[in-house]
């Protein structure tokens, strides 16, 4: 049997290890989310200077104005769509990224509070007599606690998906007024 000081030292010691291995699975996940969007501002700057280079030849040997303001609308459509495409996996890789921290946390924060749960259960049976009050208001602000969490937890998410929602529904719409408008703009020309 312990004494309490040396539960509560072994309980301490065993926070402190979860919160640096959760500190390294979170600094992990954010190292892996901006190689990520390196990769892909890479990608994309690539991509971009080449057909940057190739647009500019066909601007150049334009014959005439009409053809020069051809060939400039008909660049505007396929840009919005790679500035779409951009947008949605940047955004991709911020979800996942929220996600996998979402996961982490919780993880860590259902350990810890399994591990305090089962700290103030074994004081609790050695706690001295006249002490259950006290036991027990413990246990009720854990639990407390741990709810606050949970509906915490639930909102976040519910406003992430609602984020997400939104962020469709607006890419959408403007890919949808994007491709009405390209047309329109290359038969003012």
């Given at each position: 049997?312990?004494?309490?000081?040396?539960?509560?030292s072994a309980a301490t010691k065993a926070n402190f290890e979860s919160q640096v291995a959760i500190f390294t699975t979170l600094t992990n996940k954010v190292f892996e989310s901006v190689e990520k969007i390196?990769?892909?501002?890479m990608n994309v700057a690539k991509t971009s200077l080449e057909e940057s280079a190739v647009t500019a030849k066909q601007l150049l040997s334009a014959k005439d104005p009409q053809e020069f303001f051809t060939l400039s609308t008909s660049q505007a459509q396929p840009n919005t769509e790679k500035a779409l495409a951009y947008s949605r996996h940047l955004t991709s890789i911020a979800t996942n990224a929220q996600t996998e921290f979402t996961k982490a946390a919780e993880a860590q924060i259902a350990e810890t509070n399994r591990k305090i749960i089962a700290?103030?259960?074994?004081?609790?049976?050695n706690a001295p007599a006249g002490s259950e009050n006290a036991v027990?208001?413990?246990?009720?602000?854990?639990?407390?606690?741990?709810?606050g969490y949970e509906q915490?937890?639930?909102?976040?998410?519910?406003?992430?998906?609602?984020?997400e929602a939104n962020l469709d529904t607006a890419v959408t719409q403007f890919s949808q007024a994007a491709a009405k408008s390209a047309p329109k703009a290359a038969s003012k020309k």
């Open positions: 049997m312990f004494t309490i000081p040396e539960q509560f390196v990769d892909l501002n700290l103030v259960d074994e004081v609790s049976k027990a208001f413990l246990k009720s602000a854990i639990g407390n606690a741990s709810a915490m937890t639930k909102t976040t998410k519910q406003a992430v998906d609602a984020l």
